[in-house]
């Protein structure tokens, strides 16, 4: 028995007082972000959200089994963010469809939701009407008469069917409901909005009301709800990214959830939460990262003005791996190599950044290695 084939069915019931820890981190989290972003100045801003909206990209793209590559990503977000001319940015058709979906799951987060709109989603994931070789429709429900099922192949044995979604029939129907629930919650929230944020996503894959692509519409519908519970169209974090990090979390809870004969949703909204909470934390230690270094840089061009091109770039780069370690520390020919100077350069430089207290040398000879000193600095 699947959960749409229960008596109460769609009538979802979670246990609001077991979910209080998890909302509250989720919301301490989210409030610590949302201040320290809040302090960011402008170009900083869209920075950030420029590294959110490729990590949503590229991971939701991800977790479907397709990998996008990250310049083009990049380069088409910044595109969509205004931080260059529209001709500038090259164009990839893939890239371009999954963002079209970044994009419209927080543009319009102020208005109703329609059945149009979730058509618009869908054709703009798949433009030329294939996914894959095979063709689909597009901009509309599934037409097709067979079962819609999400199965493990087994060599020489039965499938193993984790889920079987509604009759192709009844899927106007069922996503009637659906949509109605969504604008309610918009209009008048009577639930947590994260809550609300993981029954719509939980709902819409219950569904599943298209031929393909219903895992990248049910996640951008999920930070649709999300974007109306912030009431911004800043993307500030990226939840596609925590469910990939944790996606074989991601399928057993979704499996879960849907092979039940009740309508107690409790511990999929709880592990929502956390995944919430995370992807908050995230962006938070990143914003806490470039404001350190930006301090760091801050303190070094203080103290040491005359730095040179070469030298910057390479302090930067020990700067950024410091934290992994620089495999080997820095020597004179890695340093000829990254700044592209001459092998003496390279070591008058070292020694000049030695000599300074910016950096720490270790060894002698061609053993002689380098290590940025921060406090020094």
Do not use: Y
């Given at each position: 028995m699947w959960i749409w084939q229960a008596p109460r069915w769609p009538r979802f019931e979670?246990?609001?007082?077991?979910l209080q820890p998890s909302l509250a981190a989720a919301r301490l989290a989210q409030g610590r972000m949302l201040g320290v972003a809040g302090s960011l100045q402008l170009v900083d801003l869209t920075a950030l959200q420029l590294d959110e909206w490729t990590q949503e990209a590229i991971a939701t793209a991800q977790i479907e089994g397709e990998t996008l590559q990250?310049?083009?990503?990049?380069?088409?977000?910044?595109?969509?963010?205004?931080?260059?001319?529209?001709?500038?940015?090259?164009?990839d058709a893939r890239t371009e469809a999954v963002l079209d979906i970044v994009e419209a799951a927080?543009?319009?987060?102020?208005?109703?939701?329609?059945?149009?709109?979730?058509?618009?989603?869908?054709?703009?994931?798949?433009?030329?009407?294939?996914?894959?070789?095979a063709r689909i429709v597009t901009g509309a429900y599934r037409t097709h008469e067979d079962p819609m099922q999400i199965v493990t192949p087994r060599l020489g044995q039965p499938d193993v069917v984790h889920y079987e979604a509604p009759r192709l029939r009844d899927v106007p129907a069922q996503m009637k409901p659906l949509l109605e629930w969504f604008e309610e919650g918009r209009a008048h929230?009577?639930?947590?909005?994260?809550?609300?944020?993981?029954?719509?996503?939980?709902?819409?894959?219950?569904?599943?009301?298209?031929?393909?692509g219903n895992g990248r519409i049910g996640r951008a519908l999920s930070d649709l709800a999300l974007a109306q519970d912030l009431r911004s169209s800043q993307r500030l974090f990226s939840l596609s990214q925590q469910l990939w990090l944790d996606r074989g979390g991601y399928y057993a809870q979704l499996q879960a959830?849907?092979?039940?004969?009740?309508?107690?949703v409790t511990e999929w909204i709880r592990w929502f939460a956390g995944r919430v909470e995370q992807a908050c934390l995230r962006t938070l230690?990143?914003?806490?990262?470039?404001?350190a270094k930006a301090g760091f840089w801050a303190r070094l061009d203080a103290a040491h003005p005359a730095l040179t091109p070469s030298q910057r770039k390479v302090l930067n780069r020990l700067y950024d791996a410091e934290n992994g370690g620089f495999v080997g520390g820095m020597s004179t020919e890695k340093y000829a190599a990254i700044a592209g100077v001459s092998r003496a350069t390279a070591y008058r430089e070292l020694t000049d950044l030695a000599t300074s207290g910016v950096l720490e040398r270790s060894g002698q000879g061609r053993g002689t290695r380098y290590a940025l000193v921060r406090e020094g600095a």
């Open positions: 979670f246990d609001a007082q077991a990250l310049n083009s990503v990049r380069a088409s977000a910044a595109r969509r963010l205004g931080l260059v001319p529209a001709n500038r940015a090259p164009k927080v543009a319009d987060w102020d208005r109703p939701l329609t059945e149009d709109d979730l058509f618009g989603w869908h054709a703009a994931l798949f433009p030329n009407g294939r996914s894959g070789i929230p009577r639930i947590d909005g994260i809550a609300r944020s993981a029954i719509a996503h939980l709902w819409f894959e219950l569904v599943h009301p298209f031929e393909d959830a849907c092979a039940q004969d009740g309508m107690d230690a990143q914003i806490q990262s470039a404001g």
